[in-house]
């Protein structure tokens, strides 16, 4: 899943099809989590929201 970009408002899929919303999220499968060692990074562009 390295490199995977996705929108604030939605899930990772995981090679297995399985929807995370966030890296380390409750209720994920152990076999997602067990040993896992993502993290995510936000990017906001404010100067997107400048032009109209």
Known sequence: MQ????RFDQP???PDGTLIAYPHA???PARH?????????YKIDF??????
Not at 3 to 6: F, I, L, M, R, S
Not at 33 to 41: A, D, I, N, S
Not at 47 to 52: G, K, M, N, S, Y
């Open 33 to 41: 989590t067990l040993g896992c060692k993502c993290f995510c990074e």
């Open 26 to 28: 409750p209720g994920v």
């Open 12 to 14: 990772f899929v995981a």
């Open 3 to 6: 490199g995977q970009k996705v």
């Open 47 to 52: 100067a997107a929201r400048l032009v109209p």
